[in-house]
T-cell receptor, first 115, second 113 residues
Framework: EAQVTQNPRYLITVTGKKLTVTCSQN?????MSWYRQDPGLGLRQIYY???????DKGDVPEGYKVSRKEKRNFPLILESPSPNQTSLYFC??????????????FGEGSRLTVL | DQQVKQNSPSLSVQEGRISILNCDYT??????FLWYKKYPAEGPTFLIS?????DKNEDGRFTVFLNKSAKHLSLHIVPSQPGDSAVYFC????????????FGTGTRLLVSP
């Protein structure tokens, strides 16, 4: 089954304790991206990657890091989480080949609470 | 600044009636628009899209209309069903490519039996 898998789905942590949210896709997609969803703000892009070792900032990259060492994985790293990073996070992927409908495939989301 | 706006946070409709969800954008460089649907505890899923060279695209019960001069698009669901109850996001693609899709704030649709 084609899917984007995120872990953990739920996490409560404390300020300053480094954490990583993993994202893996099994569709051989070149493009992957992270979004956060906040009330009244919709989905905002954090970082994206066009392919292995190619990453770039989205609209709200502050406080986050990413890496793309393998095509299937795109972890989101919070080196020193702060309460304003409490949010619902989504990983997404898509192919850059063929018809460019722009359809993104999303993971189920990771709800992060930083105390 | 919010480049893609969905001014109605919520919408309630009776089953069988038409649901109309609206979306406005400010950036004239957007050339492709998409609608996503999101159920609770799930990720958004693609619903329908439209290119800026068209003014209408239809897929079953779902139709998207684009008014470029007004920088406005709308999603029509006819007839609405209780299973359509979800949050709907519109998204816009700049003509530089799909790398940076811009999403709206979402509209929660509730279809009551």
């Amino acid at each position: 089954e084609a899917q984007v898998t995120q872990n953990p789905r739920y996490l409560i942590t404390v300020t300053g304790k480094k954490l990583t949210v993993t994202c893996s896709q099994n569709m051989n997609h070149e493009y992957m991206s992270w979004y956060r969803q906040d009330p009244g703000l919709g989905l905002r892009q954090i970082y994206y990657s066009m392919n292995v070792e190619v990453t770039d900032k989205g609209d709200v990259p502050e406080g986050y890091k990413v890496s793309r060492k393998e095509k299937r994985n795109f972890p989101l790293i919070l080196e020193s989480p702060s309460p304003n990073q409490t949010s619902l996070y989504f990983c997404a992927s898509r192919s850059v080949r063929g018809a460019s409908t722009g359809e993104l495939f999303f993971g189920e989301g990771s709800r992060l609470t930083v105390l | 600044d919010q480049q893609v706006k969905q001014n109605s946070p919520s919408l309630s409709v009776q089953e069988g009636r038409i649901s109309i969800l609206n979306c406005d954008y400010t950036n004239s460089m957007f050339d492709y628009f998409l609608w996503y649907k999101k159920y609770p505890a799930e990720g958004p899923t693609f619903l329908i899209s439209i290119s800026s060279i068209k003014d209408k695209n239809e897929d079953g019960r779902f139709t998207v209309f684009l008014n470029k001069s007004a920088k406005h698009l709308s999603l029509h669901i006819v007839p609405s069903q209780p299973g359509d109850s979800a949050v709907y996001f519109c998204a816009a693609r700049p003509n530089t490519g799909f790398q940076k899709l811009v999403f709206g704030t979402g509209t929660r649709l509730l279809v009551s039996p």
